[in-house]
């Protein structure tokens, strides 16, 4: 089968299925990845095949035969996060976007913990007790589950507004792809932590590259054309600023 067939499967296809379903279809069918991956670019607009950087196959993980995906997995808890912020476009495109809401809120339970031990690092530092940060472990050890629950609120309430403002600007992907996203992005947590306690105004770019990511991860999860996804990160970050500003005045 030839790159013209793929092309014409995905053109039909394209009318009842997503550009990610379409792609998953024509790997079970035995295809070869790299002209799939060649012509799904093209339907997306021309933009260059992604490069493979060794990205693991996860099929027993839970993953699509035949992709490679990644997944919010505790074990893969810092190399995401090296990927998420290095290389946003190849991580948000290879990204699992299935699978359940259960590692997604432990990632963001890990991910909370890294930013609270931070914090009661500092105070240790300025002349509080190591006893905080000890019952600080125990409660991530013994209470996992109240812990994600509490750090899943602002993490839902973003992925509310992503997902909203996404499907507004013609996204295809679903509420669970939206959270995982949102899941994902909380590595930015510690960072702005960290800049919040060492250099405030490193807060304002940690925000303004949360917007580059979220562009990102509308044009590859949600498959909205580039400009249409700076739209929809326009409209969230809008959202959550008028949200700031009526919290703070009230």
């Not at 021309?46 to 035969?65: Q, R, T």
């Not at 809120?105 to 940060?133: F, K, P």
Request: contains cysteine; charged residues 15%; negative net charge.
């Amino acid at each position: 089968m030839g790159e013209n067939f793929i092309l014409d499967y995905i053109a039909k296809q394209r009318e009842t299925r997503s550009l990610a379903e379409i792609e998953t279809s024509l790997l079970e069918q035995g295809l070869d990845p790299d002209a799939v991956a060649e012509a799904i670019a093209e339907s997306r607009g021309g933009d260059e095949p992604i490069e493979d950087f060794n990205i693991p196959n996860l099929a027993e993980d839970g993953g699509d035969k035949g992709t490679h995906v990644y997944e919010l997995t505790p074990y893969d808890t810092f190399p995401n996060a090296i990927r998420l912020l290095t290389a946003p476009k190849d991580f948000f495109s290879h990204m699992k976007r299935d699978g359940g809401f259960a590692k997604p809120a432990v990632y963001i339970l890990i991910w909370s913990a890294v930013a609270s031990c931070m914090v009661e690092v500092v105070n240790i530092r300025e002349g509080g007790s190591a006893v905080d940060l000890v019952s600080l472990l125990i409660a991530v050890g013994f209470g996992a589950v109240p812990i994600s629950a509490f750090a899943s609120i602002p993490t839902m309430i973003f992925t509310i507004m992503f997902h909203v403002a996404c499907t507004f600007c013609g996204g295809e992907g679903d509420f669970e792809a939206s959270f995982r996203v949102a899941s994902s992005m909380m590595p930015l947590v510690p960072v702005f932590t960290l800049a919040a306690m060492v250099f405030p105004w490193g807060m304002v770019a940690v925000v303004l590259y949360g917007g580059v990511l979220t562009v990102y991860a509308a044009n590859a999860v949600h498959e909205i054309p580039m400009g249409w996804s700076i739209f929809a990160a326009a409209i969230l970050f809008a959202g959550i600023v008028s949200g700031l500003v009526f919290f703070l005045m009230n």
